[in-house]
């Protein structure tokens, strides 16, 4: 089972970029990381996946050095709306790694 | 894209009765669809895995008399607690995966559970 260790919160001010950093030492050879945003009392909601190197989309960036042991969430320029909980997920296409979420980071952006 | 439901949205009853939640895939057929149980401040915990047309995969610890889950078909799963009590109380939420496999999952919204 792919563990993986987030900082429990971070504080950031309007306008700056975040980096959240997520460690997954035991990933497997066919895991992929996944990460979630989840606001209060609503369901996740997927921001990106990955497998190497950086990916990026209209929400984020995903970078995730050679070794696949950590990965970092980049939001750029972060908004008050933004604040909410980031889940960083590791696992395959088929097994169950993907299912177990670890505690999140709390991330607060101040005005 | 894909959007799962879930209903209803919170719910309040008495304790010792039964409550039953829905999740729907709407645009998609869900062959997999998890169960998820989140307390205040706390991360979301896996209850069961249940796959259309067969029983559920309870996680450990988790009452399968207690939380009884149905996957009928391809687009609805059905939590139902039973005999609920206060500890009970939670947002409960589920996801659904297609056929592309587990990583693409996608989550409903929540139901939130008060037991009174």
């Known amino acids: 089972l792919a563990k993986t260790t987030q900082p429990i919160s971070m504080d950031s001010y309007e306008g700056q970029e975040v980096n959240i950093t997520c460690s997954h030492n035991?990933?497997?050879?066919?895991?992929?990381i996944t990460w979630y945003q989840q606001f209060p009392s609503q369901g996740p909601r997927f921001i990106i996946q990955?497998?190497?190197t950086k990916v990026t989309n209209e929400v984020a960036s995903l970078f995730i050095p050679a070794d696949r042991k950590s990965s970092t969430l980049s939001l750029p320029r972060v908004s008050l709306s933004d604040t909410a909980v980031y889940y960083c997920?590791?696992?395959?296409?088929?097994?169950?790694?993907?299912?177990?979420f670890g505690t999140g980071t709390r991330l607060t952006v101040i005005p | 894209g894909a959007v799962v439901s879930q209903h209803p949205s919170w719910v309040i009853c008495k304790s010792g009765t039964s409550v039953k939640i829905e999740c729907r895939s709407l645009?998609?057929?869900?062959?997999?669809m998890f169960w998820y149980r989140q307390f205040p401040k706390q991360s979301l915990m896996l209850m069961a895995t249940?796959?259309?047309?067969?029983?559920?995969?309870?996680e450990q610890g988790v009452e399968k008399d207690k939380f009884l889950i149905n996957h009928a078909s391809l687009t609805l799963s059905t939590l139902t607690v039973t005999s609920a009590h206060p500890e009970d109380s939670s947002f409960y939420i589920c996801?659904?995966?297609?056929?592309?496999?587990?990583?693409?999952?996608?989550f409903g919204p929540g139901t939130r559970l008060t037991v009174l």
């Open positions: 996801s659904a995966s297609g056929t592309s496999g587990i990583n693409e999952q996608f």
């Open positions: 035991n990933i497997a050879t066919n895991d992929y």
């Open positions: 990955g497998y190497k």
């Open positions: 997920l590791v696992g395959d296409t088929t097994g169950a790694n993907n299912l177990f």
């Open positions: 645009d998609f057929q869900a062959t997999t």
């Open positions: 249940s796959n259309e047309g067969s029983k559920a995969t309870y």
